[in-house]
């Protein structure tokens, strides 16, 4: 049986289970959904910034780290979850993949899965979402989520997490990238890649001083008792900024140390369960969305659409008229 | 009547009209309705390419040119939406509107409008489409429709228009950035602005590789006589790569031009209904989608939503049976 070898930990089975749910395949579904009562256990950290920030190496790292730990901590599974807009361009996903193979393979305590985030049209953050369930069910203790890009959908998948990070690198263009897509506001944790590099200082600064501004003006918003402050003062986390190397392994134990205090934060404050209804939340509103569309699209004949579709091209009725009559027509079937 | 003085080309209707479809105003949106007839005679640019790469001051150049063109061609009515995430680190679409005021300021052939993209869930595409429209009947012969970010939700805005220019910037990473985030595919124009950095001349080199891998790849795929060749050469438009630097001037008469070429190749070659079919059917659908998510939540009553998600919160039930559940619920109403 599928289910019980995934909750065993089989790594092939649980390969077999993500390709069902990529494919929307019944049986896969039917199994995640059996498997929904075993998750909740991990701790889902989301990893996003622009291109060319080195963020796969440093998840690299961090999962390294998560396999051979300081003496005090005991070795955790570590999933990652690569969601990358393969481009046959480039070939990004399997270039990266490899890479990671060579230094993560024969580790049956990572699970790597890259997912292409192309055609998927809203459907990613559900099935991303399902994806970390199911490696969350088999017994992976961390899940890593790493998003190429700064845009909204990124933001999106960055949601999904506990704790967010986002990777920044010293030189690309006169501005924080991040700061300017509005990325920001998710992060728990800043990082600064290639801190070698010319600029990683100003970049450090920077990122400190938009973080200034943020806090003062919540406080200004928040917080009007000395009273309010104090008892809030424990629940506060203000996003540190991390200087580190990738490719030499810089700054890796204090970014990993923090990762760990976030986790500590996120309990003690009761951040863990809010985080966890936001998701939840989240995703079950994607998987309405995504079914509301489906059974709309079962019960209307295409001929209609391709009829609306024509009289909208040749103007003779608005996107708005179109979709009303559409409607129309699907709730006189019940 | 602000149907009428919409037609007219008063911009405060006009403004006024926007503020009502960013509400979802109902009166707002049966105006944008009665319009649609006049519209779809607007030629649409979609801007984007990530943060720092000089894209406002790229359109802002762009525009200029239309509002003084070269002699043997007349001006152009422009209208500019730029689709931004405001944050509140760093208040990035105040400020860049402020520096485009001083351009373009005083110029009643312009009309600037940005559209915040946070909160929008998906809704974003729809509301700038509306957008696009009010300008396109309000006599805006040139809708620039310009995306902060390379994530997915710029590829579905870029997807709007009739010519989308992807924005590089030289020194930005070891990678192009538009290549690793797949939006190359989508590209008609490829523009390297900041040519006067180094590294202008070896990202241009990068990405027509890019493009010689891709076509080559298309070509195989797609032609298989001598006859058919022929015959296609004439529809085909491979994305040329422009050096500009918008800071001088540099280059933006040759951007401009190739702009004027794009337009010819899509009326010559039949691409422009073909793209005014996806725009509308993707517009339809996005549409659709949000009608059906709000006819849901009128249906629904907000406890059996909160109940839902206590049992998801508690595992008790998985996301599926809960949708299944409220979608069951909605059905037993008809």
Known sequence: MLLESVLAGDRLSLARLITGIENKNDDALSVLEQLFPYTGKAHLIGVT???GTGKSSLVNRVAN???HPPESLSPKRVGIIAVDPTSPFTGGALLGDRIRMRDLTGDTGVFIRS??????LGGLATATSQVVQAMDAAGFEVVIIETVGVGQSEIDVARLAHTVMVVEAPGLGDDIQAGKAGILEVADLLVINKADQPGADYAQRAL???LDM?????????????????TDVNNFWRPPVIKTVATDGSGIGDLFETIQKHLEFLKSSGEWAG???RRLQSELEHTLQDHLLFRWREHVPKELYEEMLLKLLERQI???????KLLDYEMSLY
């Open 49 to 51: 910034g622009a291109p």
């Open 65 to 67: 780290l998560y396999r």
């Open 115 to 120: 997912m292409a985030s192309r055609g998927a």
């Open 208 to 210: 400190n001083q938009m």
């Open 214 to 230: 943020a806090f003062s003006k919540e406080m200004t918003n928040n917080f009007h008792h000395d009273l309010k402050i104090k």
């Open 275 to 277: 985080r966890e209804k």
């Open 318 to 324: 608005s996107p708005l008229k179109a979709v009303t």
